[in-house]
């Protein structure tokens, strides 16, 4: 081979030419070497996502944008992931930027241990706002933040703040006598004059509401232990009425005794129609309480018994034994 100029340039063409290739591969704008599969990935935008973008999953590159283009109105992002990196197949892809300058790259997120590895199809997606809306918005702010400042000018500050000037100069007496008295009253207080002052700095009030205090923590000791014994006194009497129920004891069988039930409605049955025969005037007692004839041969026996009374009273005690022993013999 001759040495010539052609062969000279043609060399440094070729040497050149593989430079640019290896320089190509290495920033991961052409990844011609790297073996691996690719997956699909359908965005509303773009976001100026270009060939040759990063695929990052936890902050790590795994892959490089292989392709961009529009598919039925939505933009149709190919991926190629390494072979020694497994993608799940409910993992998502979102679109996100490393900086303001448009430093796009595909974010691989989630993905479950238990989903099945993808080697191609599509991934569902996670739509991010576009930087550019993002600016708009923010210029927005900055429009209503400077018209917001723009307000507060020599101008307006001196309509919105001469009423108040106006104010205090023409109060300025008043206002100075008012700012005296709250001094003269601070001072009082700070040195224990007055009520204010004494609730403040003596001690005597301090020890009262201590005192105070302490009783109200007794008296709550006690309701509680009032509760006690009415939570005590509740249950006995919840205790003897399920022994009631359960019939248990006297008034338990008093209560669910059906024999003692029926005997006592017999005798009050009997009662009953003994009463009425009382009232009938049936029986001896009846008679004794219906007839008069009874009544008035009670007041004869008496009369007589009161007249016979009398007669011994008169006669002595030696004429009542006489006729004591006659009637014996």
Do not use: C
């Not at 199809?121 to 723009?150: C, F, R, Y």
């Not at 108040?164 to 008043?174: E, H, I, R, Y």
């Amino acid at each position: 081979m001759k040495n010539t100029l052609e062969t000279r340039l043609g060399l440094f063409f070729a040497l050149a030419l593989v430079v640019a290739v290896l320089l190509l591969e290495l920033v991961g704008a052409m990844d011609w070497f790297a073996k691996g599969y690719q997956i699909h990935a359908s965005f509303k935008t773009a976001q100026e996502l270009k060939k040759g973008d990063f695929v990052k999953m936890a902050g790590v590159e795994i892959g490089r944008v292989e392709g961009v283009e529009l598919e039925n109105g939505r933009a149709k992002i190919a991926l190629k992931i390494r072979n020694e990196f497994k993608i799940k197949t409910d993992a998502k892809a979102v679109i996100k930027f490393t900086g303001l300058m448009g430093q796009n790259f595909v974010s691989i997120e989630g993905g479950s241990a238990a989903a099945p590895d993808i080697q191609k199809g599509s991934l569902e997606t996670i739509e991010q706002p576009d930087l550019s809306v993002l600016m708009s918005k923010l210029e927005g702010v900055a429009g209503g933040i400077e018209n917001l400042t723009k307000s507060f000018s020599t101008d307006n500050l001196s309509t919105l703040m001469g009423p108040l000037t106006d104010f205090v100069k023409q109060n300025s007496g008043p206002l100075t006598a008012v700012i005296g008295n709250m001094r003269i009253v601070s001072d009082n207080i700070a040195q224990g004059r007055g009520t204010v002052g004494k609730l403040i700095n003596d001690d005597a009030f301090y020890l009262a509401a201590y005192a105070a205090v302490t009783n109200l923590q007794s008296a709550t000791g006690d309701i509680k232990n009032l509760t006690g014994q009415a939570d005590g006194m509740i249950t006995q009497v919840r205790t003897i009425i399920d022994g009631i129920n359960s019939g248990k004891g006297t008034l338990g069988k008093l209560t669910k005794d059906e024999a003692l039930y029926v005997e006592t409605t017999t005798a009050m049955t009997n009662l009953r129609e003994i009463l009425q025969k009382m009232n009938r005037g049936d029986g001896t007692v009846g008679k004794l309480i219906n007839d008069d004839s009874f009544l008035k041969n009670a007041k004869l026996s008496l009369q007589k018994l009161d007249k016979a009374t009398d007669g011994l009273e008169d006669q002595g005690p030696l004429s009542v034994l006489g006729l004591a022993i006659g009637s014996l013999f």
